[in-house]
């Protein structure tokens, strides 16, 4: 069990006294007086000890009053010193504050035989903590990449896109038992609403007699093809928390709802097949700013492969946060193995479980208290039952395991809500030292929404999530019931710590989490035609630029027992960051996106751009 201590946030952490962040603000222009040297062409990756500048105040620490300045002073993996460049010029000049035998004595105890690279990022960007997203698949989204379907608007662009992918793939052409995989479709944008069939794919020659699955955008639905529906021996009248849609004659029609989504026989990922959806992931998270990922549901043969990655690449570029899941209603937190800082460069954990509690909204699978609005024999799904779950919490808990549970649906949140409050109630039982989770907290009634935050329970929210369901979370809801639902203000107000991590879902939603930072600040979107900007209800719980940027590093790194070591620019903490080229936190909202990233560096070291 965690030995986390309570207090949130750290308060100073590892404080510089006034007459130290002197000595080293003099020791960092001392050197600059004598014999700096400036490489612009040279990145902080060739160099130990290097400082870095951005325009006045555009340095953005996220530390306790959120202070912004100019520089930083990086050694090795660290941040060493964080300040700004007026007071280092005055102490250039050598006056009284600092006498110069005392500067030099601190460089070259602290320094010794290294001279000082200075860096300076271009006019008018920023440098702000490594983004972290703190729900996401990252096998999933380079999975998805492959054959992503997100932008068709129609069963008949589907089809076009899977004979393009057949046609452009030779190995796929030529063998008509090879399967088929892709995600990202979704109903609600096409013009009928309804779900797609098996015998939809038989409409293209090309496609008939091949077994295909599409995983739809929030991956609680599968639409598979009729040569899939042959490969099922036999399939159940009913699944618990799950739905095999039936039409004419009792009649499969091709979809699969969450549980009876395991009655497909897919094939096993194979390690190639996993490394290439990896590569891909990392590639696009680091062009995004992402330093640090939190895996929502991570199989056994998931971690198995990360952790062959750290061995034979002997490093990973992105820090993981896995959370361990098993498809199983008896305990299973053996299979899960401890990892804390695994690997060379310490970037590997696993300390957390995944849960689930019910569906998705559009899919109808989210649990409801009362019916669907817009479909009103069903109140949705609960794929474990409450004593299922709640045997399962009580025993990760008792084995320290961090416990994080997909809640969508105001009658999912209150059934999560009530074992946590069952678990908390023990005798000794500390809930910042365990620090459990609910994943999505969508739809909240009002006393759950303050239960929460009484509670102590972490909300982790995607803010996307309120900008892509507009489109239909009312008619789903109603118009009273909405009003509990994406309250993301109303969450961190909730919070007894001020903590609102915020993540992406991807490849549910993009994976630029600027994407979720205009969401949260904004609640517009800018997704789909006819309608370019539409505005989410209830703009009152949109977030602060402040709050959001507090989301996506250090609430995130509390959410994951780094925020002793990430999260923030200062002094002791770990040398993450990124270089954005404007400042988001001051231009106007319609320039939020089309910010970019100019570097990401991870321990010091550039990753991604340049500096």
């Not at 939809?200 to 599968?222: K, Q, S």
């Not at 009312?474 to 019931?481: F, I, K």
């Not at 903490?573 to 970019?596: I, S």
């Not at 991870?602 to 500096?611: A, E, F, K, N, Q």
Request: hydrophobic fraction near 40%.
């Amino acid at each position: 069990m965690s030995t986390k201590p309570p207090a949130h946030p750290p308060r100073a952490a590892h404080p510089l006294g006034a007459a130290r962040t002197r000595l080293v603000l003099g020791a960092l222009l001392a050197a600059v007086a004598c014999r700096l040297y400036v490489a612009y062409h040279v990145g902080p990756r060739d160099k130990d000890v290097y400082a870095l500048c951005a325009p006045p105040g555009s340095l953005y620490t996220v530390d306790d009053r959120d202070t912004t300045t100019d520089c930083i002073v990086v050694r090795h993996d660290t941040i060493d010193w964080a300040g700004p460049k007026r007071t280092a010029a005055i102490l250039s000049r050598r006056t009284a504050h600092v006498p110069a035998e005392q500067v030099h004595a601190y460089w070259h105890s602290h320094y010794p035989k290294r001279r000082l690279s200075l860096f300076h990022t271009p006019p008018g960007s920023i440098i702000v903590p490594g983004l972290s997203d703190s729900h996401a698949h990252i096998l999933e989204w380079g999975f998805k990449e492959q054959l992503p379907l997100a932008d068709c608007n129609s069963v008949q662009e589907i089809l076009a896109k899977i004979k393009q992918y057949i046609q452009s793939h030779p190995e796929v052409l030529d063998d008509p038992t090879r399967w088929i995989t892709g995600m990202g479709w979704d109903q609600t944008k096409w013009p009928s609403g309804k779900f797609p069939t098996a015998d939809d794919f038989d409409r293209e020659p090309l496609l008939r007699g091949r077994p295909i699955l599409l995983a739809r955008i929030d991956v609680h639905a599968y639409w598979v093809s009729n040569r899939v529906l042959e490969l099922i021996p036999a399939l159940p009248d009913e699944v618990d928390g799950g739905i095999i849609v039936r039409g004419d004659a009792n009649k499969p029609t091709g979809i699969f709802v969450d549980n009876a989504m395991a009655l497909i026989p897919l094939p096993e990922r194979t390690h190639d097949q996993m490394l290439e959806s990896f590569e891909i992931t990392m590639r696009d998270a680091l062009s995004v700013g992402l330093t640090s990922i939190h895996d929502a549901a991570s199989s056994t043969a998931d971690i198995a492969f990360y952790k062959q990655s750290v061995h034979s690449h002997r490093t990973l570029q992105i820090r993981l946060y896995l959370m361990g899941n098993v498809v199983s209603d008896e305990y299973w937190g053996a299979q899960i193995p401890r990892l804390v800082n695994y690997g060379r460069d310490a970037r590997l954990t696993v300390r957390a479980v995944k849960l689930f509690t019910d569906g998705a909204l559009g899919s109808w699978g989210a649990s409801l208290l009362a019916p669907y609005a817009d479909k009103p024999d069903t109140t949705g799904l609960l794929r474990s039952s409450p004593a299922v779950l709640r045997n399962l919490v009580g025993k990760f808990y008792e084995d320290g395991f961090q416990v994080n549970i997909h809640a969508i649906g105001d009658r999912a949140n209150k059934v999560v809500l009530d074992i946590f409050e069952d678990v908390l109630g023990a005798d000794g039982v500390d809930v910042r030292a365990w620090q459990p989770r609910i994943e999505h907290v969508q739809i909240m009634q009002e006393s759950d929404l303050k239960r929460v935050g009484r509670l102590g329970v972490i909300t982790s929210v995607q803010p996307t999530h309120a900008t892509s369901d507009m489109w239909y979370a009312e008619t789903r809801l109603g118009a009273d019931r909405i009003r509990g639902a994406y309250a993301y203000q109303t969450l961190l107000r909730s919070s007894a710590d001020g903590i609102l991590p915020l993540g992406s879902d991807f490849p549910v939603e993009g994976i630029n989490p600027l994407l979720g930072f205009y969401a949260a600040v904004a609640r517009l979107s800018v997704r789909r035609a006819p309608v370019p900007v539409c505005r989410i209800r209830y703009p009152a719980e949109a977030l602060t630029r402040t709050q959001a940027l507090r989301g996506m590093t250090r609430d995130a790194a509390y959410a994951s027992f780094a925020e002793r070591e990430r999260g923030m620019l200062g002094r002791g903490m770990k040398a993450d960051y990124v270089v954005l080229d404007r400042d988001v936190m001051r231009v106007p909202v319609g320039e939020l996106l089309e910010a970019k990233v100019l570097a990401t560096v991870v321990d010091g070291r550039v990753v991604y751009g340049s500096i």
